[in-house]
């Protein structure tokens, strides 16, 4: 990329950051409840009557976010409202702090607490990348009185930088638009590792006057865009670098000729590329209860629902692909034992899925949207592609689901299933439900529940007949797995507890770069955490999370003992606009055999040779905000400090995969600012 070219993009970047500045600069008005007189709203947003008692006495909380833009989740009814705290990097941060990535931001990542794959019917296989989708379960949408945008902007080492936008607005006060966007580029500090991922994800909402027909549109695209080296061809040659430069160190995959660090680069040599395009619409019809309220001469109407008609339509092309333009025959047969008859190598297999839902829901009180009974059955059409071969799937479930959450808030059930009746996935099913138990502000909540998936195994672990080089080893059988679950709130000692058990049977798993196997043995892993927040001053806090795992038995399922996070961090407020956050982060886990990587098929599988065992991660943050403009400063894996023959620097590295390292010393600085029209 020439001079010019990386001037026009550095200018807009500014540019959108110096508009943002502007237009916050113009609003001199807090984000307040818009709603006039004594009309207010209800959490279903109807008009209701406000309670204006004592009314002179009220003061906004400066901690509190702007009643008049909240959103929910896709089919979700709680409503929630926008998060302005600066105290979790990672509430931002598309990387969840118990991810373990292979050393590079966009790379592929895996959850260091156990989480299996529990969705029933057709599954691709391919979930490394998965963090770094927008997908349609994701999706917010808003209820916003005045248009609302968020900018964000992020830079990190090596030329590291993210761009997350989302803007949306009312056009009417039943039509909402939102747009987002997300764009994530990194070199990486070591060969072949450079990254690029876009998001583009379009919903809106759009309900009728009368109240009686409503629908929903969602557009998500991914592309994600990932090279690969393999890792280190020899782990103990990190410590004698002749310029302590990791791109130094030679790669099992890619090569300096191929490799660039130029973070305009976005090209893929050797790696990854998975595309994916969906199209959501959901339509429903009400039949119900018509009302009003008058109030200053203004009515507001009304409207009941009691029975509703739903149909969902949904459609998706998946697109995965693995090549290598430059292979270097020599080190594909010592480190893979795998002999190259071709001078690149391409796999890529396409998936086209079609799904027709329909659905009748009951709500059996008129006062109450969060209690309601759904039925429903869908036909799905799903086509692979991996040439030559193509396999056509067509399958018929059905669904049920039963919510109800209180009107006094104080319970909440959810019981839904999903059973596929005929078709290619006859048999698998899924099943859950859950139970929770307000207790108070000051004593909390408790939470129960149980889930049970039966699955057909994933395309790429099971199907011979994927262009990827993945062999199962037979047969196999549909997975079993069955997870209880508790969870306790408690306000007033500021603690949360979890609690998790799993017992499964005919686990599929890779047992190495090549080949997947089937566990038919019923083996159980048990998962507890706590997470407790200590007052340790007026201004310094610790923020403590502990987590223990043990696997029963001797099941292909490697998972450290120990992960642990603590923040110990001076917060507060001051000069009155300036909310501030700063310390030291740490993560640790316990050594364990770590899941090795293949490349190929972008799979983490199971070994039992090596032990990873590395020090703690040492961060330190500084991060505050001032109105709705916040700042986010890091300086992580502090742990890489190290002394050596050529003196002092960060060149201990930690392993977070059996030869991938991960990053030495990392700067990160990032802003995320808010602002209404």
Not at 134 to 152: A, H, I, S
Not at 448 to 461: E, I, L
Not at 581 to 609: C, H, L, V, W
């Amino acid at each position: 990329m020439d001079c010019k070219k990386r001037l026009t993009y550095t200018g807009f970047i500014l540019f959108l950051l110096m508009h943002s500045f502007f237009a916050l600069a113009q609003i001199n008005r807090p984000l307040l409840d818009t709603s006039r007189g004594n009309i207010g709203y209800d959490n279903q947003g109807r008009p209701i009557k406000k309670d204006t008692t004592n009314l002179s006495l009220q003061h906004r909380d400066p901690l509190a976010d702007s009643i008049t833009i909240s959103f929910r989740y896709f089919d979700s009814t709680q409503v929630r409202k926008l998060d302005s705290s600066i105290g979790d990097f990672y509430a931002r941060f598309p990387i969840p702090y118990y991810y373990a990535d292979l050393g590079n931001f966009g790379s592929a990542a895996h959850s260091l607490i156990f989480r299996p794959y529990m969705k029933p019917g057709w599954d691709a296989g391919f979930h490394a990348y998965d963090i770094y989708n927008f997908t349609v379960e994701n999706t917010k949408f808003f209820q916003t009185t005045r248009p609302y945008t968020e900018l964000g902007y992020l830079i990190g080492g090596k030329g590291e930088q993210m761009v997350n936008i989302i803007t949306t607005q009312n056009r009417k006060s039943n039509l909402n638009f939102t747009f987002e966007f997300r764009f994530i580029n990194s070199p990486g500090a070591f060969k072949s590792q450079n990254t690029s991922h876009n998001n583009i994800r379009v919903n809106t909402f759009y309900q009728g006057k009368n109240k009686r027909y409503g629908n929903y549109f969602i557009y998500i695209n991914n592309k994600l865009r990932s090279a690969e080296n393999g890792g280190l061809q020899d782990d103990n040659k990190l410590d004698s670098l002749s310029l302590n430069d990791p791109f130094e160190a030679e790669t099992r995959l890619g090569s300096s000729a191929t490799s660039s660090r130029n973070f305009f680069n976005t090209n893929i040599t050797t790696g990854n590329s998975y595309n994916e395009s969906t199209f959501f619409f959901r339509q429903y019809y009400d039949f119900g209860q018509k009302d009003s309220l008058v109030q200053d001469t203004i009515t507001y109407k009304l409207f009941y629902p009691r029975i509703r008609l739903q149909h969902s339509i949904k459609y998706s092309r998946n697109s995965y692909t693995f090549q290598d333009k430059a292979p270097n025959a020599e080190d594909y047969y010592q480190f893979y034992r795998f002999i190259l008859s071709n001078d690149t190598i391409t796999y890529n297999d396409n998936w086209q899925n079609l799904t027709n839902d329909f659905s009748i829901i009951s709500y059996p009180e008129k006062n109450n949207l969060n209690q309601f009974l759904k039925l429903g059955a869908g036909y799905e059409i799903i086509r692979g592609e991996f040439y030559p071969y193509v396999k056509n799937y067509n399958n018929i479930y059905a669904a049920g689901e039963y919510r109800n959450r209180t009107r006094n808030k104080r319970w909440d059930i959810i019981a839904k299933g999903q059973f596929y009746a005929t078709g290619d996935y006859a048999g698998d099913y899924s099943a859950f439900i859950s139970l929770k138990k307000l207790l108070g502000k000051r004593d909390g909540s408790f939470e129960v529940g149980f889930q049970n998936v039966n699955r057909t195994p994933s395309f790429v672990a099971s199907q011979v007949i994927s262009s990827f080089p993945a062999f199962p080893d037979g047969d196999f059988k549909k997975e079993n797995i069955s997870r209880l679950f508790a969870d306790i709130e408690i306000p007033s000692l500021a603690l949360t507890l979890t609690g998790e058990y799993y017992a499964i049977t005919n686990y599929v798993y890779f047992d190495n770069f090549y080949e997947s196997k089937q566990e038919s043995t019923l083996f159980n892993i048990l998962h507890v955490g706590a997470d407790k927040t200590f007052r340790l001053g007026k201004h310094w806090i610790w923020f403590a999370e502990l987590h223990v795992q043990q696997a029963a038995g001797n099941p292909p399922v490697n998972v450290p003992f120990i992960f642990t996070r603590n923040r110990i961090a001076f917060e507060g407020n001051f000069y009155k606009n300036l909310f501030l956050s700063t310390g030291i982060e740490t993560r640790y886990y316990s050594a364990y055999k770590a899941d090795n990587y293949s490349p190929f098929s972008a799979q983490f599988f199971f070994q039992d040779q090596q032990t990873i065992t590395n020090r703690p991660d040492i961060n330190a943050f500084f991060n505050f905000r001032i109105k709705s403009f916040k700042g986010f400063l890091r300086l992580e894996n502090l742990n890489t400090l190290a002394n050596s023959d050529k003196g002092i620097g960060f060149t201990h590295y930690n392993f977070t995969a059996p030869h991938y390292p991960a990053r030495s010393m990392w700067f990160r600085f990032g802003i995320w600012w808010s602002f209404v029209n």
